[in-house]
């Protein structure tokens, strides 16, 4: 491990939705079309949107005691004009926002993957249907029916979160002029730049609720009759010394017999690649979920603690403590 300053965590994790429809595209007839994606071979993977992951993060936040700043939001007509008070609000800090006057922007920290299927959508589809019968209607006024793409399938996901930027605030970000800037910020000048920061307990504290809500994951669309469980089945976690993620390309998996079965050597020549960037790996699997668990655990050992997916989690957030 080497001695340079932490500039980034990266993590890749795998996403089983056993049937649903997370995040939905566009409307075809009476058919709900799920998202996907062409690959050059011509077919096609279901995917869910990054946007729609940090809608789900958010919710989990505020699940977790956290206030979110949509309340303190001002709409006028289709524009919505953010508090810009990032140390009050968790989701101003970790996923940024935009006035739309365009004088006060701060990217977002936290960039997040869609999530991406691992095997071909089979063009599956849900049958709804309303009955007129129950407003009051005889039975013969029939009823309107629908479809939903639907699919079952192991989703891969990503995140990279800038350690150098959770609770840090630049001039740019807050404008010319901020107002209500609470004492406990720190003020710091640099390259002719002012940026106002967090104490360390409070960034570090945001960092910890992050990955507790990844942990807890759930939500998308139609949850009220395709209920899904988004939480990770598998997490790899690497705290860096640059800005990279490792991850993002680093996860495959074959079925077979009605098993999952993660595919190392991709996996671990990312871990090799990155070797003199990572301070600190860890991984966690859900116990039973893969078919080849022993052989994930021995060759994975090398380059990291593993263990079961809860204590993974709670052991990232012990690395993130230590910062």
């Known amino acids: 491990?080497?001695?340079?300053?932490?500039?980034?965590?990266?993590?890749?994790?795998?996403?089983?939705?056993?049937?649903?429809?997370?995040?939905?595209?566009?409307?075809?007839?009476?058919?709900?079309?799920?998202?996907?994606?062409?690959?050059?071979?011509?077919?096609?993977?279901?995917?869910?949107?990054?946007?729609?992951?940090?809608?789900?993060?958010?919710?989990?936040?505020?699940?977790?005691?956290?206030?979110?700043?949509?309340?303190?939001?001002?709409?006028?007509?289709?524009?919505?004009?953010?508090?810009?008070?990032?140390?009050?609000?968790?989701?101003?800090?970790?996923?940024?926002?935009?006035?739309?006057?365009?004088?006060?922007?701060?990217?977002?920290?936290?960039?997040?993957?869609?999530?991406?299927?691992?095997?071909?959508?089979?063009?599956?589809?849900?049958?709804?249907?309303?009955?007129?019968?129950?407003?009051?209607?005889?039975?013969?006024?029939?009823?309107?029916?629908?479809?939903t793409e639907l699919y079952a399938n192991l989703f891969k996901g990503n995140m990279l979160v800038e350690l150098d930027r959770v609770g840090v605030f630049s001039d740019l970000e807050l404008g010319d002029k901020p107002k209500d800037i609470p004492a406990h910020l720190e003020k710091i000048e640099k390259n002719g730049r002012v940026f106002y920061v967090l104490p360390l307990e409070e960034r570090k504290k945001r960092l910890k609720a992050l990955l507790e809500a990844l942990g807890l994951l759930w939500g998308g669309g139609r949850t009220a009759r395709m209920l899904s469980d988004l939480s990770p089945r598998f997490v790899a976690y690497s705290r860096l010394t640059i800005k990279h993620p490792v991850f993002l390309e680093a996860l495959q998996v074959s079925y077979s017999e009605g098993r999952y079965e993660l595919i190392l050597e991709p996996l671990i020549s990312a871990l090799q690649k990155f070797s003199n960037y990572r301070q600190n790996t860890l991984f966690g699997l859900e116990k039973g979920f893969f078919s080849n668990e022993e052989e994930i655990r021995q060759n994975l050992e090398p380059y990291g603690k593993v263990m079961d997916l809860y204590e993974a989690i709670q052991e990232a957030q012990k690395d993130v403590e230590s910062l």
């Open 1 to 147: 491990m080497n001695n340079q300053q932490s500039k980034a965590l990266a993590l890749g994790y795998l996403i089983k939705v056993s049937t649903g429809n997370i995040n939905a595209s566009h409307t075809e007839g009476n058919v709900v079309i799920a998202k996907k994606v062409t690959l050059p071979d011509g077919s096609s993977v279901p995917y869910f949107s990054g946007q729609a992951k940090r809608r789900m993060l958010r919710d989990r936040l505020e699940d977790l005691g956290f206030a979110l700043s949509e309340v303190a939001a001002k709409v006028s007509g289709q524009e919505v004009t953010p508090p810009v008070q990032p140390w009050r609000y968790i989701d101003e800090d970790l996923f940024g926002y935009m006035d739309p006057s365009g004088s006060r922007r701060r990217t977002s920290p936290v960039r997040v993957s869609a999530g991406i299927g691992m095997f071909p959508f089979q063009g599956d589809r849900d049958l709804g249907t309303r009955s007129f019968e129950r407003f009051g209607q005889a039975v013969s006024a029939g009823g309107n029916m629908f479809e």
